[in-house]
């Protein structure tokens, strides 16, 4: 039933939706237009030097709090540990661990039941829907690799 009758319909909603979004276009901005109205992410983020290198006026105009949160939280999760993956994987490891007993994995071991009943947008498909699964694991949580670039500063106004 699924493959013949909901599969397609659904396949072409979801379509339908992402066309729509990819229609819209994003405002574009003239920052330089505007000098001062917005913030420079080098001079946000990054300690004076850094910034200074990078074009940013090395002064720290917005102080010193995200930059020092922004590189703790950079020297915590993105740099690359002991074993050469991104340091993140150490904070995933117990993590996991705690949760389903295996490093790198979560387990969701109760069954689970999801119920949709008198759903107008699928009325005329079906009336009554029912979904059930137990002993979903979810493994390799922590196998993110290097390159990882989160949040880094690409200029005065652009992040990666």
Request: glycine content about 8%; some cysteine; charged content about 20%.
């Amino acid at each position: 039933f699924f493959q013949i009758a909901v599969r397609g319909v659904l396949n072409d909603k979801i379509q339908e939706i992402i066309e729509g979004y990819r229609a819209i276009d994003c405002p574009q901005v003239d920052v330089d237009a505007y000098p001062g109205s917005y913030i420079d992410f080098r001079d946000l983020m990054l300690d004076p030097e850094s910034s200074s290198s990078m074009g940013g006026n090395g002064t720290e105009p917005y102080g010193d709090v995200i930059h020092t949160v922004y590189t703790d939280f950079n020297d915590r999760f993105i740099i690359p540990g002991e074993d050469g993956l991104p340091k993140i994987n150490d904070a995933i490891r117990p993590a996991t661990a705690a949760q389903s007993g295996k490093e790198g994995a979560l387990a969701f071991l109760d069954p689970f039941n999801f119920v949709m009943e008198n759903a107008t947008s699928f009325k005329s498909l079906v009336e009554k829907a029912v979904l059930k699964s137990s002993s979903i694991v979810v493994s390799n949580l922590d196998t993110i690799t290097q390159p990882l670039d989160l949040l880094s500063v690409a200029g005065a106004h652009n992040l990666n």
